[in-house]
């Protein structure tokens, strides 16, 4: 089992740019990590995303070229450099960990981003 805790979420006005990051209590080597969002009113959806070996990193189209995300296996931490903020980016960020043994899917509280016009 891993706990995952995220931050760096805030309001910024569109063209902006935060970093999101989550901390995990654990090595996250056996799992595949990723970001997940979810908007008012809407499922939550996933963002963005690397493998356990880390060579193969996944994005939504939405955030193609503007999303970065990146591990630091030292630090078992996972960021999300986000750039040209749009509105319609305004969501509730959540990490998440997908154990490749267990099948296990965990999740971190969520972090708040809303990005103003």
């Known amino acids: 089992q891993v706990q995952l805790v995220e931050s760096g979420g805030g309001l910024v006005q569109a063209g902006g740019s935060l970093r999101l990051s989550c901390t995990a209590s654990?090595?996250?080597?056996?799992?595949?990590m990723g970001w997940y969002r979810q908007a008012p009113g809407k499922e939550r959806e996933f963002v963005a995303g690397f493998s356990r070996s880390g060579r193969n990193t996944y994005y939504a189209d939405s955030v193609k070229g503007r999303f970065t995300i990146s591990g630091d296996n030292a630090k078992n931490a996972v960021y999300m450099q986000m750039n040209s903020l749009k509105p319609e980016d305004t969501a509730i960020y959540y990490c998440?960990?997908?154990?490749?043994?267990?099948?296990?899917?965990?999740w971190g509280q969520g972090t708040q981003v809303t990005v103003s016009s």
């Open positions: 654990r090595t996250f080597g056996g799992y595949n």
């Open positions: 998440n960990a997908d154990s490749i043994e267990t099948s296990g899917r965990y």
